[in-house]
C-alpha cells in the first residue's frame, strides 16, 4: 500500500520503515517501485503583482540551518525529529536554487530594478538595497505542509540595516508524493519573496519622514 505525505500516521509509518529497509519507497510508490535516486529543482511561476519603481537590488547568498545543508529533501516527522531523504534529493545546492529563485521572482515583480546577486555591479543614480535571507526551515512537515522559516533583513546601500522580520509560510501540498511536496516549497518561497517585493515596492520615505 502507498503511504503518503497528507495522511500523517501513513506517512510517519512509511518514513520509520525506511530506516529499516528500502529508503523512502513509499513515498514515491509502493515498495521495491523506485528504480533509483530522483532529483528535483524548485518551480517558477510568474508573479500578480508589479512594483514600478527604479532601484538596484543586491540578494546575498541565502544562508541555510545546518540541518538543511545536504542534497535530501528534509522531512520533519514530530515536533522534535527530522529526516533527510537519500531517494529524494534537490538536483542543485538548496541555498543556490533559493538565492536564484528569489533573485528571478524580484526581477519579475520589480520591473524597473536591476536585481544581481551580492558583489555584481550596481547601477549608479538609483537607490541601493540589500536583501539577507537566513532561513531554519524548509522542509515537509508531518501534518501535510511544506514550511519555510526563518528571518529577512533589509539594508541600505551603505549596510544600515533598514527592517527585518522574522518569517513562516505554510503551504498545503496538492497532491501526495514529493515532487507535490517541492511544488509545495516553491510556491512557499514565493510568497516570501512576494512579501520582499512588495516591502522594496514601497516609495522611499522622505527625509521629513525619516525623522518620524
Not at 508589479?50 to 537590488?57: D, E, Q, T
Request: hydrophobic share 40%.
Amino acid at each position: 500500500m502507498m503511504t503518503t505525505l497528507r495522511s500523517r500516521p501513513a506517512f510517519m509509518t512509511g518514513l520509520l520503515l525506511t530506516l529499516l529497509g528500502p529508503l523512502l519507497a513509499g513515498l514515491s510508490g509502493c515498495a521495491g517501485s523506485d528504480p533509483g535516486p530522483s532529483s528535483y529543482l524548485l518551480p517558477s511561476t510568474a508573479p500578480a503583482t508589479h512594483y514600478p519603481r527604479a532601484m538596484a537590488v543586491a540578494v546575498a547568498p541565502v544562508g541555510i540551518a545546518g540541518h538543511l545543508d545536504g542534497d535530501g529533501i528534509m522531512l520533519q516527522l514530530n515536533d522534535i525529529e527530522v529526516y533527510q531523504a537519500r531517494q529524494h534529493r534537490w538536483a542543485e545546492d538548496i541555498g543556490k536554487q533559493l538565492q536564484q529563485r528569489l533573485q528571478q521572482r524580484l526581477t519579475q515583480s520589480l520591473n524597473q530594478a536591476q536585481v544581481v546577486s551580492k558583489g555584481q555591479p550596481l547601477q549608479e543614480g538609483v537607490p541601493v538595497r540589500e536583501i539577507r535571507v537566513q532561513v531554519s526551515r524548509f522542509q515537509g512537515h508531518h501534518d501535510g505542509i511544506a514550511l519555510a522559516e526563518g528571518q529577512w533583513q533589509l539594508l541600505d546601500g551603505g549596510g544600515r540595516l533598514l527592517k527585518q522580520a522574522n518569517f513562516s509560510v505554510e503551504q498545503p501540498l496538492a497532491d501526495d508524493g514529493y515532487p507535490a511536496l517541492v511544488r509545495a516549497l516553491g510556491a512557499a518561497w514565493e510568497q516570501l519573496a512576494d512579501q520582499l517585493a512588495a516591502e522594496l515596492g514601497q516609495p522611499a520615505a522622505t527625509p521629513a519622514q525619516a525623522a518620524l
